[in-house]
Every structure is written in C-alpha cells, then in structure tokens.
C-alpha cells in the first residue's frame, strides 16, 4: 500500500528526518521570520503544513513508501519539483535516479526577472540524474534540457581502486515535446511521478 508522510530526506546522511526536525527546518528555512498568522498556524504540523504551502506555492517534503518501504523523495519548492527515487544498497538509502521539474520557463526567469508558467500550467522536465555503483566504479549520469532540445550530458566515473575520476561531457539534441507533464493536481498527488519508464524517453534511460 502506498503510503505518504511529509518528511525531508537528508541527502548527506542518507535518513529520513523526523517530524520534529523537519517541522524545525520548516520554520528556520522556509517560513519567513515575519510570518503571517495563517502560516503559523499551517506549521503546527508537516501534512498541514503540506496543504498550505500546496496552495500557496511554498516549499515543502514528501516520502512515499510503498510497505513502508521507502520509494521516493518529492522536494516541492516554488521554481521547481524535484524527485528522488530511492532504495537500499548496502543497507542504507539510495539515490539511484532524479528528474527536475520546473514550474516556469527559467530562461525567461533569468532573462526578464518574471515568471511565465508553460502552457497548460505544465511542468518541464529540465533534469535527470542517475547512479550507477557496483564494488569497482560509482557512474554519475546528468542530462540537462533546454527548451529548444539542446541537450548537455555528463558522466562521472569514479574508479574506486585508483581513487580516481574522470568527467566526460557531450551535447546532443533532442525531441523536448516529452518532456512536459500536468502538474500535481493536489498536496498528494505525486504517484505519477515515479513511473519514469513512461516519463522518460528511451534514449534517455540508455545509460549505465
């Protein structure tokens, strides 16, 4: 059964936050010092929280679980979404695969200093990446999209015998018309999101 409870997930630890913590980065980090009584109040809790900061465009953290089984991480901001897809490997969390979505066309963002949501108020899928890691090398894979299809790829391999990396970077272009997507249709509504194999092209999942 899938299940959602809004915490943040360290990235550098590799944990899941408790609620406590969580709540606590919440008030430090996202709600501002001059705080209105509404927002308070949505911080009394994370799903709470969740709900007002869906509404209002403001950041806020998903883990789904599937068993209690940990799946993914959803980072909720205000420029973009970001989705972390997750497992165990060597016991501790993973972060195998993630695809950034932004909410607005950033090359207007930078250009103008405005916000222009894409049509239909979609999401534009700007960034994926992937890990790889077995006993004799951790690959790093990072695609970057811009609208008009030119394509950045990186790809990071570190040799965990010589202790030493090497960075290849490449251009191609590509058909950015799959790349957009609806937006979440409320503060839970990410399930969509993890089913990459139909979100991705096939191109973009030939990688190590």
Known sequence: MITYKFLQYNNLLNEIMSEQDTLDNINDLIIE?????????????????????????????????????????????????????????GGNLFNYLSLVYDKFNMEISFKEDRDEPFPNNDLFLSQVNSVYEDDLVNVQNELVFKLNGNTNIFETTFDKKTNKSKTEAKKTKVNVSHNFIRRPQNYKDYEYLLDYKNILMPEFLDLK
């Open 33 to 89: 010092k001059k705080s209105s009584k509404e927002e308070k109040e949505a911080a009394r809790n994370v799903e709470s929280w969740a709900k007002y900061a869906f509404e209002n465009n403001k950041e806020y953290h998903i883990m789904i679980f599937n068993d209690e089984k940990p799946l993914a991480y959803i980072n909720n901001n205000y420029n973009d979404i970001t989705v972390e897809l997750l497992t165990y490997n």
